[in-house]
């Protein structure tokens, strides 16, 4: 019986231990198949994080390329712009020049008011644009001295005549209370233009007055070259 009793532990021991054997090597080769299969799934999705990656710096890399290219082609096209605008301003400036007997024509007219007074207009006959500068230097007859000029009526810019324009300048011929000195009727008048530098310039353009003459006195004076008829002469 102590036989027999043996002969059962020995085997339930014995299925025991196989019995454990076998788990242990399911249990390697489960692991096994995790580990091989974890592997690469780790290797394809870092390739495709890579991949990725590439394809964001290729396309900001062409972002920029092409933010550049833009930003040269409208900054070239801004100075072609301002090269063009600089371009007609520098033609514009050459093609005026100074008004001179040589593009212009001059006329004299009494006037009822104000009393003794007169107006020259000066109309520009030339293509081109003209620049009255200054004001007038009249020459009644043989007089050396040239009337001074009415300071106050000094425009803001210089008189500027487009072609067909005119621009004018009032006289005061003489005084009206008869209180001027040195008067006498003059039957010819000159009249000088000035320069950029307004220095007078030429020996004067002849205007015609009336047949009667024109008479003046010590109180003798014009206004600067104005681009309004009644500017002119209200002074």
């Known amino acids: 019986m102590s ?10 021991l014995t299925a025991g231990f196989a019995a454990a054997a076998s ?19 780790t290797a394809a999705d870092t390739r495709a994080a890579a991949s990725g990656t590439d394809s964001v710096v290729t396309v900001a890399k062409s972002n920029r390329s092409t933010t550049t ?11 072609g712009t301002k090269g063009t605008k600089a371009s007609k301003r520098t033609k514009a400036s050459s093609a005026a020049v100074t008004c001179t007997g040589a593009n212009t024509k001059v006329t004299a007219q009494t006037v009822t008011r ?12 030339g293509s081109k644009t003209c620049y009255l500068y200054g004001y007038p230097a009249l020459r009644f007859q043989d007089a050396q001295a040239v009337p001074p000029v009415v300071e106050d009526s000094q425009p803001q810019a210089v008189t500027t005549l487009g072609p067909g324009q ?10 009206a209370d008869g209180s001027g000195t040195g008067g006498y009727t003059a039957k010819t008048l000159s009249v000088i233009f000035q320069n950029r530098d307004l220095d007078f310039i030429g020996s004067g353009v002849k205007v015609p007055l009336p047949s009667k003459g024109t008479y003046i006195d010590s109180s003798l004076r014009t206004t600067y070259w104005l681009s309004d008829p009644q500017d002119a002469i209200n002074w």
């Open 23 to 41: 788990l242990a090597l399911t249990a390697c080769g489960t692991g096994e198949n995790t580990g091989a299969q974890h592997t690469p799934n």
């Open 69 to 79: 290219s833009k930003t040269a082609t409208a900054s070239k096209g801004t100075k």
């Open 114 to 125: 104000p009393l003794n007074h007169m107006l020259l207009t000066v109309k520009n006959t």
């Open 3 to 12: 036989s027999t009793l043996f002969r059962r532990r020995t085997a339930l």
């Open 166 to 175: 005119s621009g004018y300048a009032g006289v005061n011929l003489s005084s």
